[in-house]
């Protein structure tokens, strides 16, 4: 059974990454920058003409890092369980593959290199 999401903040982020992944948000992004661009002689681009934008999207990019992270590592997770669940209904799949994601990187760089010289005969095999 699927259960829902629960948590308040996983709720937020996944509201949030839709809502900023929408073309709209991007529209109002570019007429914010548009406005403060337009409002620079009337402030004489001054210094804290420049500080009010350096400092608005500094915030936002900080928090946007986090919020793109935990929806990024939820849809991978769950990309995770799906591969799994493939690879383990093939007959023939190699299951020991279902953890992949959990090896460090020269027991990955040996399995790719095994994966790599079977494509190789596989390649010499179909051009004789």
């Known amino acids: 059974m699927i259960r829902p999401i629960n948590s308040p903040f996983t709720r937020f982020a996944k509201k ?3 809502y900023t992944g929408r073309p709209i948000t ?9 406005v403060w661009a337009v409002t620079g002689p009337i402030f004489q ?5 420049q500080l009010v934008i350096n400092t608005s ?3 936002i990019t900080f928090l946007m890092v986090f ?9 991978t997770e769950a990309l995770q369980i799906k591969l799994d669940e493939i690879i383990r ?3 023939k799949a190699n299951n020991a593959l279902l953890d992949l994601e959990e090896m460090d990187d020269q027991e990955l760089d040996r399995i ?10 596989e390649r010499e095999s179909t051009t004789e």
């Open 45 to 49: 681009f001054s210094d804290t003409w």
């Open 89 to 91: 209904s093939i007959e």
């Open 16 to 18: 949030t990454s839709t």
């Open 57 to 59: 999207t500094t915030i």
């Open 26 to 34: 991007f529209i109002v992004a570019v007429l914010v920058i548009v």
């Open 67 to 75: 919020l793109i992270q935990n929806t990024q590592n939820r849809d």
């Open 112 to 121: 790719r290199e095994g994966y790599a010289v079977l494509a190789r005969k």
